[in-house]
């Protein structure tokens, strides 16, 4: 029964003893895009994440779930290192985020690692955070050519490409206030994309947007999802989840509460606090 | 339709344009004004080798203080706490320190140190100048303005850095962007939008204040007019040579500054407003087609 293995899953990672950073167990299973194990983090006081352990295939759309305060964005946020975290460990396509394996031991990456490891992710922001001073085809093209040293000319072809694929043609040489909400997030989309990443991390991509402009995003986060590309998306939009998410989180408190496809945590969840979030946002 | 009227309007108007008509009526039947001795030492050699050196003064000391403001700003807003405390206690005292005063200091500096070596602290030395030759009047006066604009220079370009919104950094960092990459393509072109009027304002003021030089009997434009007004006792249209000359070149100043500025408002704005040129020639291109308008409609 995949809701019951789904739910141990869920109370193991609250149970589960965490690894310290200095010990990673297990070599990375390979079929994995993302795994976190037993992460934690505070600000000060205050414990947004404790213990979270959550695993994620390529080529899988994963969307989390949760009341505000919950600790999804943190979460995702410690996926490409914007976060540190305080302890547990998180490995993308198999390489720990923001250390480095040595012997037995893990090291902090310098600045300038870290920032190369960061291409591995694309990360797409609420309030899309394009540069306003950067056209839109500057945008896009930043990055690969800065960060990845690669060819301009190829990167603004293969740019122009995608801003096509995101619907953003005749615009390229516009400043992005001169676009709307919907096609700014669709631009950062394309920018996110540019990097070539394995995983492609948006928080909440859509909370910004008037309403009338939150289905062209949702239109374009679901191409890539067709496209077989790993997804992972912190969302309010539980109708979404349930149309294009191949695996539905559902956190609360700094813990994944229940995890599994969407039929079973969205139309039959098992605990309490799943229920009532659902209840309240249906 | 009866439109409210406005009789006081009427009246304040009139009395300035009276107390306006006054002044120029002064300006031109006034004898003492003596516009004849402005016009020949306008462009007198004396006068314009002077006007040189101010603007040279300006340029090395926008240039020192604006360099040394970057350094001054990134250190301050740097994570090493070293470096922060020397830059804060850099402005501390260079803002609390007189200009005038820190000038003399800069001339008169071999008092304190009369020669000056270049090797390693604590070890040999290998070159070693004489102060005196080495630091000239005009090197003091370098020295000291620049020095003392960079404390000014560091804090507005602070100001314009910490104006720039986190998303910026954090979406610059997701991106993987280079550290220094960041700092000059993503941040600092947008913190240029807070810097400009302010900056604007110092390199104006620094122009204005190189007239202080004059104490240490560095032939700028003030001290200069000084020279010759204690010569030929003409004072009026010799502080009015000096006076109209610091108004073309801040003038000029204010010119590039607009359209500096509307470089950097580049995607700040959804469209650029007209700039007095562009505007000008549109109400030209108007008219001339109202009056071929005109002409035309009246032969048919």
């Known amino acids: 029964m995949s809701t019951a293995s789904a739910i141990t899953t869920g109370r193991k990672s609250f149970e589960q003893r965490v690894p310290e950073p200095g010990a990673p167990q297990q070599q990375a299973d390979e079929q994995y895009a993302v795994e976190v194990r037993g992460v934690q983090k505070s600000f000060g006081a205050l414990h947004v994440l404790r213990g979270v352990d959550l695993t994620v295939r390529r080529g899988e759309v994963t969307a989390i779930l949760g009341p505000s305060g919950s600790g999804k964005s943190t979460l995702l946020r410690t996926l490409n290192h914007l976060e540190k975290v305080d302890a547990g460990l998180i490995l993308v396509e198999g390489d720990p985020v923001g250390y480095r394996l040595k012997g037995t031991r893990l090291h902090e990456l310098r600045e300038r690692d870290i920032l190369r490891q960061r291409a591995k992710v694309g990360f797409v922001f609420q309030n899309f955070n394009l540069f306003p001073h950067l056209t839109v085809l500057e945008n896009v093209t930043e990055a690969p050519v800065s960060a990845q040293k690669r060819n301009r000319k190829d990167v603004e072809t293969e740019a122009l490409e995608l801003l096509d694929r995101v619907g953003v043609t005749d615009k390229v040489h516009a400043y992005p206030r001169q676009l709307s909400g919907g096609q700014q997030q669709r631009v950062a989309i394309a920018r996110a994309l540019a990097l070539r990443p394995a995983v492609i991390l948006f928080d909440e991509p859509t909370s910004a947007l008037d309403p009338e402009l939150v289905g062209e995003v949702l239109e374009a986060i679901q191409q890539l999802a067709k496209d077989g590309r790993t997804l992972i998306i912190v969302t309010h939009e539980v109708g979404f989840a349930r149309e294009v998410a191949d695996t539905v989180v559902f956190m609360d408190a700094g813990l994944i509460v229940e995890q599994g496809p969407p039929s079973a945590v969205l139309d039959n969840p098992q605990h309490e606090r799943t229920k009532a979030f659902l209840s309240k946002v249906l | ?300």
Do not use: C
Request: glycine share 6%.
């Open chain 2, 1 to 300: 339709m009866v439109r409210s009227r406005h009789p006081w309007r009427w009246v304040a108007a009139i009395a300035v344009l009276v107390v306006v008509a006054q002044f120029i009526n002064g300006l031109v039947t006034n004898p003492g004004w003596d516009w004849p001795a402005f016009a020949q030492y306008f462009t007198a050699p004396a006068v314009l080798s002077a006007l040189w050196l101010t603007i040279q003064l300006t340029v090395y000391g926008t240039v020192l203080g604006f360099a040394l403001g970057i350094a001054l700003a990134a250190a301050r807003l740097s994570k090493n706490p070293v470096l922060q405390t020397v830059s804060w206690t850099y402005v501390w005292a260079f803002r609390s320190i007189p200009l005038i005063v820190q000038l003399l200091f800069w001339f008169n500096i071999a008092y304190l140190y009369q020669s000056l070596s270049i090797g390693i602290p604590f070890g040999p030395t290998f070159f070693t100048f004489d102060v005196n030759s080495a630091i000239s009047g005009m090197a003091a006066a370098v020295i000291g303005l620049g020095l003392h604009q960079a404390a000014y220079s560091a804090e507005i370009i602070r100001a314009g850095i910490l104006s720039v919104d986190q998303g910026q950094l954090e979406a610059a960092a997701a991106l993987g962007i280079p550290k220094r990459r960041q700092f000059f393509k993503i941040v600092l072109p947008q913190a240029m939008r807070g810097i400009l009027p302010n900056a604007a304002n110092e390199v104006i003021s620094l122009f204005k204040g190189t007239s202080i030089v004059s104490t240490m009997a560095i032939a700028e434009l003030f001290y200069q007019v000084q020279v010759i007004y204690g010569r030929n006792g003409r004072v009026v249209p010799l502080l009015m040579v000096a006076t109209v000359w610091y108004i073309v070149l801040t003038t000029l100043l204010s010119i590039v500054q607009y359209y500096v500025e509307r470089h950097y408002a580049k995607g700040a704005v959804r469209t650029m407003p007209l700039t007095p040129w562009q505007k000008l020639q549109r109400r030209l291109s108007t008219i001339n087609a109202a009056r071929q308008e005109a002409t035309y409609g009246g032969l048919r």
